[in-house]
């Protein structure tokens, strides 16, 4: 079927309805025949705009990242690790404002312009401190894990505090003296100083890897 005339939309105007729709109804939600609704449009002339589900997450993606402060991870003034805990940090901010962001992220590949640029700005500054592009390729993509996976497990925690199934800090488990450690110390792990003394150990053992940065 051949693509109607586009209406008096932006693309800008599709994907705000389809992060209103991923908010109210979480990931699953977000169709294609649901966000052309939302908009007033029929589902064939969706792909007017979009041309495939893919495509529409895709721009999600790329709207979601490209507010992430990246200006102060390219501070060359600032000390290498307080660049890469400000990108960590912003990025695990951005992450947790929109319910569901953390599945959206995850659901193709990192490889729009605003997720190559902050890619770019992690090897930068892994290479600037002496590591050869392909180590600091790996490095790069070794915090990004870090900041992803910590952001599931926000996810995870924020759900089932705002559901009610779970009261922060209370064990699941019914024999907690059967895991003394982990009822000793808890949720220890979690919050912004857990998410930063990873991400420090995780740079240390980035650092062993480089003698210019001991």
Known sequence: MKP???????????????????EAQGFGAVSVRRVAAAVGLTPAAMYTYF??????????VEQLL????LAAASDDDRPWRDRVHALAA????????????????TS??????????????????????????????HAAHAVRSYVLGAALLDAGTAAAAGDGS??????LW?????????AATGDVSSGDAGFRFGLDRLLDGL???VPVLE
């Open 66 to 69: 490209s507010t992430t402060d």
């Open 174 to 182: 019914s024999d907690a003296a059967g895991f003394p450690r982990s």
């Open 4 to 22: 109607g005339p586009r209406r008096s939309l932006s693309q800008a105007d599709i994907v705000a309805a389809a992060f209103g729709i991923l």
């Open 207 to 209: 650092e062993r890897r």
């Open 90 to 105: 912003a990025l695990r901010s951005r992450l947790a404002e929109h319910a569901g962001a953390i599945v959206l992220v």
């Open 108 to 137: 193709g590949p990192l490889d729009g312009a605003h997720a190559l640029a902050l890619n770019e700005v992690l090897i930068a500054g892994f290479v600037r401190e002496g590591m050869p592009d392909a180590e600091g390729a």
């Open 166 to 171: 779970h009261e922060p800090g209370v064990p």
């Open 51 to 60: 041309p495939s589900k893919a495509a529409l997450l895709r721009a999600m």
